[in-house]
């Protein structure tokens, strides 16, 4: 996602060691390594400095496999008695997921909102609705795949399917689109029936064919949500042609 800020995240570590040496070894591979290219979008620290949640933007990403995730969501569990720390995090294409995924762990909602100015805001009342849904429901998706497009056109796809195997369109397509010039982004969502017709539109929107997404069910739309990595039913669609 687009921004303008530059703040590096405040771990508050000082004085703290990893519980173990796999939690140590686990800290610099996903966190520490790429740490001088995180920038901190939100984050929140609870009163008793035992939990802290980070929404945060990886810029080392942008120059590594296309379409990659740019969005690291961190929770840092700290004993303050002890003086050790261990950690969760994951990697999501769209802030609202990342939300979710911290929302889910515990931290406040209201907490993890992105200010006004951070990134690009929502073009209508239906993209601010759908986020609204992504942030408070992060339990009923899986996510398979994404692919994010950081040139323009700006445009991040995402694929879901449902954990509840009733459920009439199990699987989800999310579209965001990025206007650089307004600094606004509208969201879709799409509903399958089956992951062949879900990756058919996946395929065509990335092949330059300028398909609608097909409406997702009103009995579906209740339950959309952003869902939480997972290792898909089957295998995922490639993220774009020739990638």
């Not at 070894?25 to 520490?32: A, K, P, S, T, V």
């Not at 991040?156 to 449902?162: F, S």
Request: include cysteine.
């Amino acid at each position: 996602m687009p921004t303008d800020s530059t703040d590096s995240p405040d771990f508050r570590l000082v004085g703290y060691r990893a519980a173990t040496d796999r939690v140590e070894d686990q800290f610099w591979q996903h966190i520490g390594i790429e740490e001088d290219q995180l920038t901190a979008l939100v984050e929140h620290h609870a009163e008793d400095g035992e939990h802290s949640f980070y929404l945060m933007h990886n810029g080392a990403v942008t120059w590594g496999i296309p379409g990659e995730p740019q969005l690291v969501a961190l929770y840092l569990q700290r004993d303050t008695g002890a003086r050790t720390f261990r950690f969760d995090h994951a990697a999501f294409a769209l802030p609202a997921m990342a939300q979710s995924w911290l929302i889910a762990r515990g931290c406040p909602e209201e907490e993890i909102l992105l200010a006004d100015g951070m990134g690009t805001a929502p073009a209508d009342q239906a993209t601010r609705a759908l986020e609204r849904r992504l942030r408070r429901d992060g339990d009923q998706f899986a996510l398979l795949t994404s692919y994010t497009h950081d040139t323009t056109p700006m445009e991040i796809t995402v694929l879901l399917r449902a954990l509840d195997e009733k459920a009439p369109m199990p699987f989800r397509i999310l579209l965001e689109e990025a206007d650089l010039t307004a600094r606004t982004h509208i969201l879709r969502e799409g509903g399958f029936a089956t992951f062949e017709a879900a990756t058919r539109w996946w395929e065509a929107h990335w092949s330059g064919e300028a398909i609608p997404l097909p409406p997702a069910t009103p009995a579906a739309r209740r339950a959309t949500a952003a869902g939480v990595p997972a290792p898909p039913a089957r295998p995922a669609p490639s993220r774009r042609p020739g990638h």
